[in-house]
């Protein structure tokens, strides 16, 4: 089945520090891949669609100069939260459409818990 | 736009009892309907999806769900809960012809002995 692999799944940094998460697809090639802001006890919130080849697209309200994304190849992005401060503390998670293996599904990373202090 | 409502934001049940977590939803277009399960500290892990035919989707791990169209719903339901099924569940959305998933708030489903 699809996979999807984040890295780090844990990650501790000091205030003012830059913090960078992978994203990868194992087992298939994405074009696009999504990055979601998650904090405790609540839903799931769209931050950007990331696009191979082309800018990332950010949803309302989030900031594109802070959340730097990267989509090098067609099996990684990138996620790079610039000048961390405590409240960006959550748990991020990336996710990619299963391409040729389920056009229709999204397949989700473990994702990754940042703690800044 | 799209909006899911998932009315309960928790749902305690005994092991063995039946159980269903609802969800409703809101849409101009045609959709895709999702069910995710979140276990402590990870990421989602797709349960059932309806995308078209049998409006009743059989998914992983003994969960179905019914697409109700007059209802705008797809409550989540299983006859008998482990206590292992304790966890987050997420219902979401998706237009047609776009990847955009819209989630509701989850439901923490929490069985007891």
């Known amino acids: 089945g699809a996979v999807v692999s984040q890295h780090p799944s844990r990650v501790i940094c000091k205030s003012g520090t830059s913090v960078k998460i992978e994203c990868r697809s194992l087992?298939?090639?994405?074009?696009?891949m999504f990055w979601y802001r998650q904090f405790p006890k609540q839903s799931l919130m769209l931050m950007a669609t990331?696009?191979?080849?082309?800018?990332?697209?950010?949803e309302q309200g989030v900031e594109k100069d802070k959340f730097l994304i990267n989509h090098a190849s067609l099996t990684l992005s990138t996620l790079t939260v610039t000048s961390a401060h405590p409240e960006d503390s959550s748990f991020y998670i990336c996710?990619?459409?299963?391409?040729?293996?389920?056009?229709?599904?999204?397949?989700f990373g473990p994702g990754t818990r940042l703690t800044v202090l | 736009a799209q909006s899911v409502t998932q009315l309960d934001s928790q749902v305690p049940v005994f092991e063995e009892a039946p159980v269903e977590l609802r969800c409703n939803y809101s849409?101009?277009?045609?959709?895709?309907l999702f069910w995710y399960v979140q276990y402590p500290n990870q990421g989602l892990q797709l349960l059932l999806k309806?995308?078209?035919?049998?409006?009743l989707v059989k998914g992983i791990n003994g969960f179905e769900a019914e697409f109700n169209k007059s209802q705008t719903s797809f409550h989540l339901r299983k006859p008998s809960v482990h206590i292992s099924d304790t966890a987050e569940y997420f219902c979401?959305?998706?237009?047609?012809?776009?990847?955009?998933?819209?989630f509701g708030t989850g439901t923490r489903l929490l069985v007891s002995p």
């Open positions: 996710s990619a459409p299963g391409g040729t293996l389920s056009t229709d599904t999204q397949y």
């Open positions: 087992d298939f090639q994405a074009t696009t």
């Open positions: 990331s696009n191979e080849g082309s800018k990332a697209t950010y």
């Open positions: 849409s101009s277009v045609s959709v895709y």
């Open positions: 309806y995308l078209s035919g049998s409006t």
């Open positions: 979401a959305v998706r237009p047609t012809g776009f990847q955009k998933l819209v």
